[in-house]
């Protein structure tokens, strides 16, 4: 499948990473290709430079927003939460139409200092402000519960007996999400939650999740839910 | 121990119960005793009325939100969310002052329609908004993530193999808690998540709940974190 990946950093790469391995044709997009390319530095987390990524995974493509949307059957949401709107006007509707969008972002906003809270809570959230600005776009949520190691390999954590959600209003398009994390990235228990409102639910878990790293010192974590 | 639990809905009963069933001296406050014991009909859930419950309990005691606040030397918070600031105005904080005071409640919010979103949210909290408003109180948040029949035993859910949070300023009191959670009511793995501002993540960890129990269609149903 042709998959666009949008955004560069550690979620960014750790999907597109794990669906070239699957043997999809990956574009990564980003706003711009020259300048994400230029950069030589660590980011302030420590992750190496992207080119360097990149020159370790030869069959992934680097372009910008719309040429990577356009060539995506399938577009993956993995910017930063608080730019993605901007990123996906950048992309263009007319990229996103008809296509699956996956949204693995979570709304974080540092602005009250650490940790962080939510830029768009409660009566709403972020899949659902992506969906009504994009309704042609068929969004899933899905991913944002968990740190970007675990996304792509559940099995580093608790051997991976643990759940993952997806949440939107095409059940065909869930359906395709759904295959690709049971038997593409390994997830064993997908919990289907409902039309993309219910992205709330796993959107607000992000303060309890931000806690419980706090508390376990580690992000290698996640929930199963227990019934 | 004398035990003050304040509110006389499904989640007061529960812990009222089990708390009294342990050996200890429960009073559970409301704000009219009268009023409370005069009422014949099931609520609007169809719970039995109190008098109906109280009289399977002759062991615990009904009293005004004063008097059981002062008769407890642990004050429980199994009011309604919404109306448990009012309550405890009501409880006086002089009956609250030192005391361990264990708050259950969800800041629910059910006039955005069902499911109910929060009254406090995001950068502030319900626990935060009580220990703010009773600061010689040592407020601990827990079991607001469960149901009421498994906050009291955990083992209907899974065999017990699930997790339940404390929050609090109060080392002390998160201590004593944490021993009625495991010895009293059999809970396995009690997670500190630390302070009362950590208390955000448990209440938002309710727009998760609400839409896992409307797509497992069952309010039996718990987390697990696994690490």
Redesign the interface.
């Known amino acids: 499948m042709r998959v666009a990946v949008l955004g560069t950093g550690v979620v960014g790469r750790a999907i597109a990473g794990k669906l070239s391995e699957l043997g999809h044709e990956v574009v990564v997009g980003t706003r711009d290709p020259n300048e994400t390319l230029a950069r030589q530095e660590p980011d302030y987390m420590g992750n190496p430079p992207f080119a360097a990524w990149l020159a370790e995974h030869p069959q992934v493509r680097l372009a910008g927003l719309a040429d990577a949307a356009a060539h995506g059957e399938l577009v993956v949401n993995a910017t930063a939460g608080g730019a993605s709107l901007e990123a996906l006007r950048l992309a263009g509707a007319a990229n996103l139409d008809g296509k699956v969008l996956v949204d693995v972002a979570n709304p974080l906003d540092f602005s009250?200092g650490m940790p962080p809270?939510?830029s768009v809570?409660?009566?709403d959230c972020l899949g659902e402000c992506i969906q009504r600005e994009f309704p042609a776009a068929r969004v899933v949520k899905t991913l944002n519960t968990v740190n970007a190691m675990v996304m792509v390999d559940p099995g580093l954590?608790?051997g991976g007996?643990?759940?993952v959600?997806v949440?939107g209003n095409d059940p065909e398009a869930k359906a395709l999400v759904t295959g690709l994390l049971t038997d593409g990235f390994g997830w064993r228990d997908v919990?289907?939650?409902?039309d993309i409102t219910?992205a709330?639910?796993?959107?607000?878990?992000m303060?309890?999740?931000?806690?419980?790293m706090?508390?376990?010192q580690?992000p290698?974590?996640?929930?199963?839910?227990?019934?």
């Open positions: 009250q809270s939510l809570v409660n009566t954590v608790g007996d643990h759940t959600f949440s919990v289907d939650l409902g219910t709330r639910g796993p959107e607000m878990f303060a309890l999740w931000l806690r419980l706090g508390s376990l580690t290698m974590l996640n929930i199963k839910v227990v019934r």
